[in-house]
């Protein structure tokens, strides 16, 4: 992996991991393309790691008073939240553990990449039925919305799409489902850091240089994409990128089948 293969990906995870057209099943087909050839996952957790500090620092206020709701038992509604986030998470945890070969192996494949953008496309479509409504997270709306975040291990399926959808379907105001899917990102992401722990351990010395880079234009691009996810949510929009995954999935099948 050269500095410039890493600064396309690094971009790349950036704007599409909270965009709908799911970040992994980009760089699967761009690592592919590229003829990147990565041994494990080293490089995408990175890059994830990257994302993950735009959301913390997109959110910082947000996460202080979680955490400031630990302490203080007059902060309920917070603290519901901090629930709901555990709640939302368990999905996504028990997958990983039971169906880690199976989803390491997806990780190969840009066929089953590219077919699974297909499916981020019709799960984005399906917005236009749903309208959301005015109710807040819950418990039941967590459990859809963390069950759509596991599905969405899979590289093509997309995590911001498939949770924002479902907790549109759930009734749940749109803009605050958005913001739930963000935060529910960040115990998501640490899991997987923990169960990838030894791959970064073993990260090739001449290829730190390169990965880290990556994960700086991740975290750069990841906050600009923040910004727009919000905005487009808020127009109703999420449609419209269910058009490009179609055409995605469609370039990648031509390539790889």
Known sequence: MTYLDAVLLGVLQGLTEFLPVSSSGHLVLAEAILGVKQPGVSFE????????????????????????SVFDSNMKRERAVIGYLVIGTIPAGLAGLLFRDFFEHAFSSPVMTSLMLFVTGLILLSTRFHSGGRKH???????IMGIGQA????????????????GIASKVEPSEAAEFSFLLVIP????????????????D?????????GAAFSFLLGLV??????????????????????????????LFL
Do not use: M, W
């Not at 998501?188 to 990260?203: D, F, H, R, T």
């Open 45 to 68: 957790i990175l890059a994830h790691l990257g994302t993950l500090l735009a959301v913390l620092v997109y959110f910082r206020s947000q996460i202080a008073l979680l955490i400031k």
């Open 188 to 203: 998501a992401i640490l899991g997987a850091v923990v169960l990838e722990s030894k791959e970064l351990v073993n990260i």
């Open 225 to 254: 994409a923040v910004y727009l996810v919000l905005a487009i949510v808020k127009r109703g929009k999420l449609d419209y990128f269910a058009y490009y995954c179609f055409a995605a999935g469609g370039v990648g099948l031509y």
């Open 205 to 213: 010395s001449g290829l730190t240089g390169q990965y880290f880079f």
């Open 137 to 143: 997270v819950g418990i039941l709306s967590a459990i």
């Open 151 to 166: 599905v969405a291990i899979l590289p093509g399926i997309s995590r911001s799409g498939t949770t924002i959808a479902a």
